[in-house]
């Protein structure tokens, strides 16, 4: 996500901080290393933004952080609010004492002047798709269950979950507007019915628990967006999050209403909508993504979004 140069400075200094230090029983070969990482990470930007559409009634913006800096981000706030959709990697999002994983699952809220801070617990960095929605049209689209009672428009929830459909449109558009394959009247009514489509009672999902169960969830969140292409046992994910693995899969199903199972496998899937355009051979990518075959995988992918891998391919870039 954007995080203020701020960040960007305090973490290089931290950084340096720990190459610099005497050697503290660090092998020499490995403060070598941490020396050129750092050294890359100064030819790289933090982040790129991408501006994919500008039209009076929407903005669409795709988002590429590196994530180098893993701890919180000082404070920070957006001037309109925007509708977050991340696509790739993981993040926390950390409003107040409330916090939300954001991952490709949901769908984030950044209101207009509420303050906000960003951490990276897990290495990747990440890729989120911004939609800044004209404010009289969002107000039409959003239920006015969710809306904070104000003069502006402000989300009450911090994120929704959407659904498989939901997701495939994202991924949809954003293909289609990088690759200029799709005219800016069509990329409009594509933008407004994916908001219409997240804010939907079909689609949309209000994780609904205490906080201590939905912090457990989160923390799930995190061990499997750590390795999307592990092959997950329940008792390593229950073992690592010092729980019983029938607790785990019970709490999980009742906050975020889908079994753990095939949350995961949402996760890699978006995964794969993100990274078709780059492979020529399928089944090569049904492998790197950790499913056990090409057919595995494109029934799987079909089942979701409605499409086979190839056919969501030709329809994003073609």
Avoid at 203 to 225: E, F, I, M, N, Y
Wanted: aromatic share 8%; net charge positive.
């Amino acid at each position: 996500m954007l995080v203020g140069m701020a960040a960007v400075m305090r973490c290089e200094w931290q950084s340096r901080s720990k190459i610099l230090k005497p050697d503290g029983g660090v092998p020499a070969s490995k403060r070598f290393e941490l020396m050129m990482e750092k050294r890359n990470r100064r030819d790289v930007p933090e982040f790129k933004v991408y501006s994919l559409l500008r039209s009076p009634t929407i903005m669409i913006r795709d988002t590429r952080c590196q994530g180098t800096c893993r701890s919180m981000s000082p404070e920070e706030c957006t001037s309109t609010t925007q509708l977050i959709f991340p696509y790739r990697g993981v993040y926390v999002r950390h409003v107040g004492h409330d916090q939300a994983v954001a991952e490709a699952n949901q769908v984030l809220f950044f209101n207009a002047y509420e303050a906000y801070r960003v951490s990276h617990p897990v290495a990747g960095g990440d890729g989120s798709l911004t939609l800044i929605v004209e404010e009289s049209e969002l107000q039409e689209l959003a239920p006015v269950d969710i809306l904070h009672r104000s003069s502006g428009i402000a989300f009450r929830p911090q994120r929704l979950r959407i659904d498989a459909r939901t997701q495939g449109l994202v991924a949809l558009l954003r293909h289609r507007l990088h690759e200029q394959v799709v005219e800016p009247l069509e990329a409009e009514v594509l933008a407004l019915t994916l908001v219409r489509r997240t804010l939907g009672p079909r689609s949309s999902h209000t994780p609904g628990s205490t906080v201590g169960r939905q912090k457990l969830v989160d923390r799930a969140k995190l061990v499997l967006s750590s390795d999307l292409t592990r092959r997950w046992a329940l008792s390593e994910i229950a073992g690592e999050l010092r729980v019983s693995p029938v607790y785990l899969t019970q709490v999980f199903q009742q906050v975020e209403g889908l079994p753990l199972y095939q949350y995961q496998l949402r996760l890699r899937l978006a995964r794969a909508l993100d990274l078709l355009a780059r492979y020529d051979d399928l089944t090569t990518l049904a492998l790197d993504l950790g499913f056990c075959s090409h057919s595995h995988f494109s029934a799987a992918f079909r089942k979701f979004y409605g499409y086979s891998p190839s056919a969501f391919k030709r329809s994003a870039v073609q």
